[in-house]
């Protein structure tokens, strides 16, 4: 069965994305959007990142699944479109197709290529199940095309990855999911749970330097999106939990001053300043909920680990 890799929609243009990035180098407070972490080898380096032993929310989400996943399966129910945002490597989704048993699977994901690749092996392994990969940036704005199935759509977004929008923003991503899914639609979502500080630390800011990797990596890909001349080594990791923002932050500082251009602009960083990358939101589980009832969605089910770290909620379209 042919799989479809679909380019992003015509609004993903070059300029569109140049301008975004000069708009945040530009700030007051310097700033680059989460998903310019992604490209393919940011990609590879956050799959490196879930094998950390620090890093917890990706054991803690699949011990879930493993635990659960019966029960999940009964809640979500089978013949579905399964609609994977951010699917990366897509393993994810591939762990639950004996549960769920999609008529479709649907792998969105910024990093077209790496998402291929990934969609390319997935079709050995289930070659009845109909397949479409659509690199496109869904952050902003979402519409499928018409090759994705209406019936049933099912949205999964594990990882906890809603947790890099500010809760207003994850409220228009989620009325968004939901003006597409229909009535009979549904989402499966991994929602990271507030814990101890220390815990969130070393998960952001690993022993090994993965993350710290992870991060500078967005320089290089600036370089390449906005013929930028970052100096990689001239800048250094920075992940903590910010209590007050009841999120995680990660942040590059500058070693050092320096200049740097850019197409169509540039900007002096004094030694200490810093560029935000990154936020990862930590929920209450009450919190959670309410999210998704101002969203659009009733919550049937929720499933945590035993210390409460995270939880895999179910939530059908209501309204």
């Excluded at 990366?88 to 004996?98: D, E, I, R, T, V």
């Excluded at 009535?183 to 690993?206: E, H």
């Excluded at 049937?300 to 909620?313: G, L």
Aim: proline letters at 4%; glycine letters at 8%; aromatic letters at 10%.
């Amino acid at each position: 069965m042919h799989i479809s890799c679909t380019e992003a929609p015509p609004r993903a243009t070059n300029a569109h994305v140049a301008g975004e990035l000069h708009a945040g180098l530009a700030a007051p407070q310097a700033w680059i959007a989460p998903k310019f972490l992604y490209d393919a080898l940011g990609s590879k380096l956050f799959e490196a990142i879930c094998e950390l032993p620090e890093y917890y929310p990706t054991r803690v989400e699949a011990a879930i699944f493993a635990c659960h996943g019966a029960e999940i399966a009964r809640a979500a129910g089978s013949g579905a479109t399964l609609v994977d945002l951010g699917a990366g490597n897509c393993a994810k989704a591939a762990a639950l197709f004996p549960l769920l048993a999609p008529a479709q699977y649907v792998a969105v994901d910024i990093s077209a290529e790496f998402l291929c690749d990934a969609l390319a092996r997935l079709r050995q392994r289930f070659p009845l199940i109909a397949m479409e990969g659509l690199g496109m940036d869904f952050s902003s704005r979402f519409e499928l095309p018409s090759q994705v199935r209406a019936a049933r759509r099912l949205f999964f977004y594990p990882g906890s990855s809603i947790g890099n929008f500010t809760p207003d923003e994850a409220q228009g991503l989620l009325r968004r999911l939901r003006a597409q899914c229909g009535s009979d639609g549904g989402l499966l979502i991994g929602i990271d749970l507030a814990k101890d500080k220390a815990v969130l630390d070393a998960a952001y800011d690993d022993a090994l330097g993965v993350t710290a990797a992870f991060n500078l990596n967005v320089l290089r890909h600036v370089n390449r999106l906005l013929g930028a001349d970052f100096d990689i080594r001239a800048w250094r990791h920075h992940g903590f939990y910010n209590p007050a923002q009841g999120r995680v932050e990660m942040h590059l500082e500058a070693v050092r001053r320096q200049e740097v251009r850019w197409n169509g602009g540039g900007r002096v960083f004094e030694a200490g300043d810093c560029i935000h990358t990154e936020n990862s939101y930590k929920y209450q589980q009450a919190e959670a909920i309410a999210l998704l009832e101002r969203s659009g969605f009733e919550a049937t089910r929720v499933w945590t680990d035993p210390q409460r770290w995270f939880a895999v909620i179910h939530a059908q379209a209501s309204g």
